[in-house]
């Protein structure tokens, strides 16, 4: 069974859709990058998947449980970070944590969950009215691990963090899926998507305009690798004229560059270039990712984004209802 499931799911706000007509499965223990930029629909998809907001149209079945029918059980076993949360400032962040411990039942230890998000014990005791951005996000993730939840919901988790909070954000998302826990991964810095997720989806207008490995993406797009060869003596491009797979050649200086459309076609550069000089180096630059999600979201990708209404729509009724597994300790957002 998947962990989130949802069929045709839609959210009209007046003439407008935030969400048209999702169709998407997650499997249990991916780590899945939610991925659009600002108004796709992101926020939206991910407050109709806990029940915070009822869809106009179609359903969302998470953990085994109706999305909308079911929203406690389906929070009861989620730990979400929402984007921009915020906490009582004048209580500690064990404080906080101590609290997400007693409301979920859990038996974890305040300090060890803060330790392990990087919250220092002297940081840990003291009013969180005086944290930094990247200091309240740690505490945000701290809470949303409380009692090892089967679904982690993170919406923008690096917002604010320094690179070593990036880092350890990283690690603990590897560690709770290598511990079976589903990671539903929402972010616009692409770099971090790709080194943590399984599959990606991406949104554009309400719509999922694409969904798959990124690696797939790349392929259906028609993306190329580049093959850099630094070599002794630079032979003219048309001496890799003939090889199957490969695009195009340029030489500037010592190094020959050559887009290749098939993994076999790099093996074969390297050796005809062997052949005719020595090879110093080589490596291998992959299409980024940042590149896929431009063509997707620009509607020039395989799945074309749908003409008509935008999901401007989802800025418009923000905001979550109080409810939930870890928001009764927020102050708003």
């Known amino acids: ?5 949802t069929t045709a799911l839609t959210k009209r706000y007046g003439d407008v859709r935030a969400v048209k007509g999702l169709d998407l499965a997650v499997d249990s223990g991916e780590v899945f ?17 806990l029940g915070f907001r009822r869809p106009t149209e179609g359903s969302a079945t998470v953990l085994g449980h109706d999305a909308t029918a079911e929203a406690r059980a389906v929070r009861a076993r989620t730990g979400l970070l929402p984007e921009g949360c915020e906490f009582y400032e004048n209580l500690t962040a064990r404080d906080h944590v101590r609290s997400a411990v007693e409301a979920t039942g859990a038996d974890d230890d305040p300090d060890a969950v803060l330790d392990r998000v990087g919250l220092d014990p002297g940081a840990a005791r003291r009013p969180v009215g005086g944290y930094s951005t990247g200091m309240t996000q740690r505490l945000a993730l701290g809470v949303a691990l409380v009692g090892e939840p089967d679904l982690l919901v993170l919406d923008e988790p690096s917002s604010g963090l320094d690179p070593s909070g990036i880092r350890l954000l990283r690690e603990i998302v590897r560690e709770e899926a290598a511990r079976g826990a589903t990671v539903f991964f929402s972010s616009h810095i692409l770099g971090q998507v790709e080194q943590v997720c399984d599959r990606v989806g991406i949104m554009a207008g309400g719509e999922l305009v ?3 490995a990124i690696d797939d993406l790349r392929a259906e797009l028609g993306a190329n ?10 032979p003219e491009p048309s001496a890799l ?6 695009a195009d050649v340029t030489v500037d200086g010592d190094t020959v560059r050559a887009e290749c459309s098939r993994p076999e076609a790099k093996a074969a550069v390297v050796a ?8 110093r180096d080589f490596g291998v630059e992959d299409v980024s990712l940042e590149s896929v999600f431009d063509e997707y979201t620009s509607g020039t990708g395989s ?10 729509a989802e800025s418009a009724a923000e905001g979550n209802d109080g409810s939930g597994r870890s928001i009764p300790l927020l102050g708003g957002g």
Do not use: Y
Not at 33 to 49: C, E, H, Q, R, V
């Open 303 to 312: 799945t074309r984004r749908a003409a008509g209404d935008t999901g401007g």
């Open 241 to 246: 004229a003939g090889i199957d797979g490969v």
């Open 210 to 212: 694409a969904v798959d």
């Open 1 to 5: 069974m998947p962990a989130i499931e």
């Open 33 to 49: 990058g939610f991925l659009g930029p600002n108004g796709a629909g992101k926020s939206t998809t991910i407050d109709l998947l």
């Open 272 to 279: 005809r270039l062997t052949e005719r000089t020595r090879v």
């Open 225 to 234: 690798e580049v093959l850099d060869v630094t070599v002794a003596e630079p």
